[in-house]
């Protein structure tokens, strides 16, 4: 039967969830903000190719996340609009908490958890997994195989000309980073990746654009059809 977990008891089942994972493990938590015991313990399932996917909801990845996540070939992550629910799972057990992945959760606050084994509760967690499974069909993949450039990078000869989506102002073209510094700053506060912008981040033409989706529709077409970059798809 299902168990209540008080904080230890969730972080210590969490890394017990990653850590007995044999064939498959899911990750679903708003912030995408991995801590470092955790972040080894991804890399040793990443080592053995277990199937991980990551399912997020708040667009604030960080260039060491995304360089991290690159060098990891078998995690895929995906950005679910709208999510706040929290629940980890491999083939065997899973986890219904209030934590996020990210350390402060866990050294910090008073949460509470609710964990289920599928040898004890198989339709219980048959519906979690079902749910899981759900969320990976709605949610977007996203790329991860671009290094971030920072906002504030210079143009050098070989960088693509891009545009800031909020006030036009060139800088290197990579669509996880469609703002200029200043603007970036700003978004920053309140990190709304559906927030509309201005202008397309590809072409500079007035368009509506987020920073989830920063490309219009003819620029999103040929952006797709260049060749793959070197990396992996997440």
């Known amino acids: 039967m299902a168990k209540f977990l008080d904080t230890t008891g969730v972080s210590y089942h969490l890394q017990q969830l990653i850590n007995q994972a044999q064939d498959t493990l899911i990750l679903i938590s708003p912030y995408l903000k991995i801590n470092d015991r955790l972040r080894q313990s991804l890399e040793d399932k990443d080592r053995m ?20 996540l690159r060098s990891l070939k078998f995690v895929r992550t995906s950005f679910c609009e709208n999510l706040h629910a929290k629940c980890y799972l491999n083939e065997r057990e899973a986890i219904i908490t209030s934590m996020n992945l990210y350390e402060f959760s866990q050294v910090n606050n008073h949460e509470m958890g609710i964990y289920i084994t599928k040898s004890d509760d198989p339709d219980l967690y048959e519906a979690i997994y079902a749910e899981a499974r759900r969320l990976i069909r709605i949610s977007e993949e996203i790329r991860v195989s671009i290094e971030v450039v920072p906002p504030d990078s210079p143009l050098s000869n070989g960088d693509e000309k891009g545009f800031c989506i909020r006030c036009k102002k060139e800088i290197v073209r990579n669509p996880a980073a469609p703002y200029c510094g200043d603007c970036y700053r700003v978004w920053k506060k309140y990190e709304n990746p559906t927030y ?13 654009s987020t920073m989830h989706k920063p490309l219009c529709p003819e620029c999103y077409q040929q952006q797709s059809k260049k060749p793959a970059i070197k990396g992996k798809s997440a």
């Open 196 to 208: 509309q912008e201005k202008y397309c981040h590809r072409c500079g033409k007035d368009h509506p």
């Open 49 to 68: 190719k277990i199937d991980i996917r990551v399912i997020y909801g708040k667009n604030e990845l960080q260039p060491d996340q995304i360089n991290w």
